[in-house]
Structures are given as C-alpha cells and as structure tokens.
C-alpha cells in the first residue's frame, strides 16, 4: 500500500475533528456492547485492588528518606511524600506530604500527571519535578523548595521548563544539564534532544552553555553529573541509534571518548568501569562473549593500561538480568531458565609479581544469597551506597504468590520489610513451566498459571518479544480476580526478542530475524492446544506497544490458532512508524522501511498493509485499544487498522482513551475500566464461569 493510496491517513491527525469525532463513535459502540452487570463488577473489583491502602508502599532511600509517590481512591492524581526509615518500618508510616498533585490539578485547570522528582543531595532541599498532561512522555520541569512546599518560580530564579521530551539533572544547586526543544534544529529526528547544555540559575535559557551538540539522525543527547564524594565527573552520551551509544567524560570543555564497545552497556562508580557486552568483544588475544559483565579500573582503562575481569559470563541457561551497587558489593541478579538468583561480588586487590616487576591485579570473590522462591522473580529495587552503606531493597513476587519487600544488608539476613496481601483465592492453582520448539528448532519456554485439576479452558497467552525485555513472574491481582480466580488460564510466553537468555536471545530477531518473534509465539499457541491445556477456540492473546505488533501480526498471520485477541497500544503500520512520533528511534529494531531491501522482509509481517477480506480468511474477534495522549507510538497505527479490518467485515472492537499516555492510563479509575473492558471482551468471546 503506498501512502497515497492509505484511505485512513486522516487518522493519524491526532487531535483532528474529524479523527476524535470517529474515535467517540467507535467508543460508544465499544463500551455500549461491553458493559453490564459483569462488566461493572468487574470494574469495581479491579479499581478496589488499586486503591487499596493495603499495597506496598515501595520508596527510594536517600540517606535518612524514604520517598513515595502514592495513588488511591481519595488521592486520583496522587501525593509525593516521605518518611523516616523508622516510621517505614511500622504497619502505618507517617507520611510527610511534599506535593498534593490533586490540589495542583484543580489548582491550575491541568489533569497533571506524576513523572518524577531528582531531589537534590545532600541537603534534600530542592528537587526538579517532571509532570505531564494526561501521561504523555512529554512533560514540563519545574524546581520545588522542600522546606517551603512550593515551586519556584522562574523569577525568583527557579528552574523551569516547557512541554517537551526534556532530560535534566541537578550539578549542583545553582546548576543542571539540560537538554530539551531550545527551537529549531534542537531536536532529533525522534523527537528527543539533539544538544545538552549546561544551564546556571538566574541566566537566561537561551544563554545557557552548549557542551554537546549531536545530529539530527540521533537518537538522543544526554549529559549527568556523578556527585560521588572523591570520584566527581561528569559524562555526556550520544546516543547513535536504539542500541548503540556513545559515552564521554567531560571535564570543563575538554571530551574523552570511553572507548568501549557502542553497543555495549557501560557505568562507572567510583573507581570502577563496569562493561556489559552486548555482542562478543575482542580485547587483544581475549574475545569476551555477549552478554558478559566486565569490570575495570577506570583512570587504568582511560589510560589504556587495565585489565579487563570477567564479573559474569552466561551459558545456555544463565543470563545476567540485573546489577547494582553497594557501598562495597556489587549485587547481580540472573536468571536461570527465567528464574532468578541473587549474588553478591566482592572486589579486592592482590598483588602479583609479573615479568620480575610487582603488579597490582584484582579478584572478585562471589556468594549467592539463598531463600529465594524457585518460582518467584526477585528485583533489586533500590541501594544507596553513598549514605546508607551496604543496604539493598529487593521486591520479589510471582503468579501466585503476592509481592514482599525484603530489606537486606550485605553479611547480614534478609528481612521481610513489607508484605502486600492476597488479592484473589489462589487455593488450589498452579505454576508449571513447559517449553515449546519453534520452527527452527529452539526451545521457547513459558508459564502457565491454573487450577490443578482444570482441563482444557479459556486461556490467555501474553507475549513481548522486543528490545531485550524480560518477561519475568509477577503479582497480577486484577490478572487473578478477573481471569485465574473465575476459571482461566493465564500463560506467559518468553519469546526472542526479550533478555530472558540474555543478548543474543535479542540481537537474533532484529531486523530480518523479526519472523522469529512470530513463529515462537505461535509454537506456544500450538503446543498449549497440543498439552490439551486450551482448545484453539478458548485460547485468546494479549500485547501491548510492540506486543501490540506482535497481535497485528497473529491476527493476519496465525488468525486460526486464536479465538479472540487484544492488541493495546500497538504499532501496526510499518510502512510509516519511523514518521510517526519516536518511531524514528526504533528502526535499530526492526529496519528501515525506506530502504527497499529492509521493506522487503517488514511488508512480509506488517500487519496494516496484510488485511485480508474475511470473505478471504477469517480473522478472530480482536479488541485494539490506545491512547490519545501516547505521544511514544502513535494512535494512528491503532485507529487506521481497526477502520482497515471493518471495512474488510472483520469483527473489531475499539477503544480509544482520550488521556493516558502509553500506559493508556492516566489514574486508576481510566486503568481499571480499560482493564474491565479487556475481560469483558475475553468472557464474551471465550465463555467460562463469568
């Protein structure tokens, strides 16, 4: 299909008339055939699991606070707040509200959205607050006084920044980097910052100091400051494509070049350079494989003189999923077939003679911490090794078993800080782990979570299968009231494309290998009817964004193994998604559709320019939904091919949520009707005890 011949282009006119006047109709429909009684219940049990005040309250530590953003029935927008590690510790904390976003809201005439707060340390004074309208990824900045619960306002010196896909962060208190939309050329083909600067308060923004500029064709620029008492620098990155970076040390005017792989991962802390290869990486006669996690001196490697240690190396089983810093350790979590395990590296120097000369040389001692569930997923979700030493915060959870926090200190056991309870009836169900053979032979496992003694059954299969993003077990309580506890079967498919057996679980779907992704999710559709779990009938599946992609594919591709399917906030026509909002950023993932060669393998699995008449082939029921304020994928891929498979006589329901962002939500009264409309949509296709 070329674009002067796309009937629905009008559509991707976000705000048009025309687009939202076609958008209300659709909705009305939607909603009209979905609601009633079972819907409402439905509604009404998800939205009481997010409002509850008996979830965890997760917080970041920073030095003696703790601060949370807080949503709930009585806070829509929510509250930023803190406490004191003593008070966190207590069944109910006492929290010190910083910013009602609510009274903000109403205060102002904005449906303001949280996206985040730096506070600045040590004094914990000031912070810089990103908000958005309606959950778009572009946002406004303003600097907030703690003490005086206030924004500062721009004349008085503050910190202040339009709508716009802005990165910030605090040098010092009359200082950040800043890089945002300073006018025309500023921006990146993707929409993100082309140029950071270095921006002092009280001055103009337009006489703020350029430290980088990079080219259009980037992806992104970002520069930050390491604050480390002893080890301050500061860094610049050139972000070249999806997957490949550059990253500098910039000290005043003066730019070095970290000369490690582009495609690798790579962080310093104090004196450490740590190094995650994403393909191998040949360093003088040693090749380190992908997927490894290196370390080094940092000055020595600047210099060209360290040695490289190897900190992790995977195999066929073991990826490395997570890392993170102590005072004094280093923590890793890996997965092992998707399960995790948590250890702790301990550096330490010795000193050797080589070649007659006395040489520093440094080891690593490793120990793995024990008492994890086999079938939960364990998090690291938060250290502060600049004031609080060798502490960690780990979340763990799986299917069936609700999330602990747990509190830890390097040496020392670890202790159950917060417990979340049990949102649905989980007597009797289970967790099992199969694997299924894809087409060329690989082996793709997946979860499946069900009722001991059930047979074949409603069953809902989600899948991901992109940028290296794991899909690891987790808590679901709507997931477990409005599926597991009413008689369905829920199965998570680890596909290629995520980071489940690390990189190269990844790197082999890109581009021309992005059948892969598909053919592996229709062998565990297939193999879950072949186990006689589901019948092809009962069996639906649910993506969002590129799992969206994913269901636009099922559908024109596989529509004979589904019975109904979701498809949420999905990029669906690849003839366009580099034009359209940061889809320029993404053709590391999946080609360039300009480039005939690269169109060649995308037209073969597109799924807008692949709709079929169903007097042709028949397609099962599919239910797309987006955002109108996704300003990540655009809703244009949504509408147009909804408009596309009615015209074509297929059955498609459509629901378009005017607010939200990418997460399609902007609270929790827009996620659980969303959500509710989801189940409604699977019942009604798939039967069972509703």
């Known amino acids: 299909m070329a674009i002067s011949d796309d009937p629905y282009l ?43 005040d008996a979830r965890i309250p997760y917080a970041r530590r920073r ?48 449906n303001w959205v949280w996206g985040g707060a730096q506070v600045l340390r040590p004094d914990q004074r000031l912070a810089l607050i990103t908000l958005s309208r309606g959950g778009a990824d572009a946002t406004v900045v303003r600097e907030f006084d703690i003490d005086s619960r206030a924004f500062r306002a721009p004349d008085d010196g503050g910190f202040a920044l339009p709508e716009a896909k802005t990165d910030i962060g605090w040098i010092d208190a009359d200082t950040v980097f800043v890089g ?38 980037d992806i992104s620029i970002s520069a930050w400051h390491d604050r480390t008492p002893g080890f301050e620098r500061d860094f610049v990155q050139r972000a070249t494509d999806f997957y490949n970076s550059e990253t500098y040390v910039l000290d005043g005017s003066t730019l070095t070049r970290i000369p490690t792989p582009t495609d690798a991962s790579t962080s310093v802390h104090e004196r450490w350079l740590l190094v995650r290869t994403m393909t191998p990486w040949t360093v003088g006669d040693t090749t380190y494989p992908a997927g490894a996690l290196l370390a080094a001196d940092f000055d020595e490697f600047i210099s060209g003189t360290a040695s490289l240690t ?19 350790y280093l923590l890793l979590v890996t997965l092992q077939d998707v399960r995790t395990q948590l250890h702790v590296l ?136 409005a599926w597991l506890e009413r008689g369905g079967t829920y199965v998570v498919a680890n596909i290629r494309g995520g980071g489940e057996y690390g990189p190269s679980w990844h790197t082999q779907v890109l581009r021309a290998g992005r059948h892969l992704v598909h053919e592996d999710f229709a062998a565990v559709a297939r193999d879950l009817v072949t186990r006689g779990i589901t019948t092809t009938d009962r069996l639906a599946a649910q993506g969002g964004s590129n799992g969206g992609l994913l269901m636009g594919i099922m559908v024109t591709k596989y529509p004979e193994l589904f019975g109904a399917l979701v498809c949420q906030v999905p990029l669906l026509d690849m003839k366009r998604y580099h034009l359209l909002l940061a889809g320029a950023s993404w053709v590391a993932e999946y080609g360039d559709p300009d480039d005939p060669d690269e169109w060649e393998f995308i037209s073969q699995y597109s799924p807008y320019q692949n709709v079929v008449p169903a007097s042709e082939r028949r397609y099962p029921p599919i239910l797309i939904a987006t955002s109108t304020r996704d300003d990540r994928v655009h809703p244009g891929h949504a509408r147009k091919m909804a408009a596309s498979l009615a015209e074509l006589g297929h059955d498609v329901s459509y629901y378009e949520n005017i607010e939200g962002g990418h997460g399609g939500a902007s609270d929790n009264a827009q996620l659980a009707f969303k959500t509710a409309l989801t189940y409604e949509f699977l019942w009604r296709h798939l039967g069972g005890d509703r």
Do not use: C
């Open 10 to 52: 009008w559509l991707e006119d976000v705000t048009g008339d025309a687009a939202l006047a076609w958008v209300r109709e659709k909705n009305e429909v939607t909603v009209e055939a979905l609601s009633g009684p079972a819907f409402e219940a439905t509604e009404a049990s998800i939205r009481e699991i997010l409002d509850t």
């Open 63 to 110: 030095g003696q606070f703790l601060y949370n953003f807080w949503r709930d029935g009585e806070h829509i927008r929510g509250l930023w707040r803190r406490t004191t590690m003593d008070e966190y510790r207590t069944e109910n904390p006492v929290w010190d509200v910083l910013l009602d976003l609510d009274a903000l809201a109403e205060g102002e005439g904005e």
């Open 180 to 217: 945002t939309d300073f006018g025309d050329g500023s921006l990146t083909e993707s929409g993100y910052p082309r140029i950071t600067k270095r921006w002092r308060r009280g001055t103009p923004l337009v006489e703020a100091e350029t430290v980088f500029e990079g080219k259009a064709q």
């Open 310 to 328: 190897v900190l992790f190396a995977p195999d066929e089983h073991t990826s490395l999923h997570q890392y993170a810093w102590t005072e004094n």
């Open 346 to 481: 301990t550096p330490r120097a010795r000193f050797a003679y080589l070649e007659g000369r006395k040489t520093r040389t440094r080891e690593w001692d490793a120990t793995t911490i024990d008492g994890l569930s086999d079938l939960t997923s364990t998090e690291i979700v938060g250290t502060d090794a600049e004031e609080n030493g060798d502490e960690f915060f780990l979340s763990s959870s799986g299917y069936l078993t609700p999330a602990t926090l747990l509190l830890g200190t390097v040496g020392a056991e670890l202790e159950i800080l917060k417990q979340a309870p049990a949102f649905f009836d989980a007597d009797g169900m289970t967790v099992e782990q199969f694997f299924a053979r894809s087409d060329d032979g690989t082996q793709i496992p997946y979860f499946v979570v069900r009722r001991a003694d059930s047979g074949p059954g409603p069953t809902l299969l989600y899948g991901y299968g992109g940028f290296e993003i794991s899909m690891t077990p987790g808590y679901s309580g709507a997931t477990g009231r």
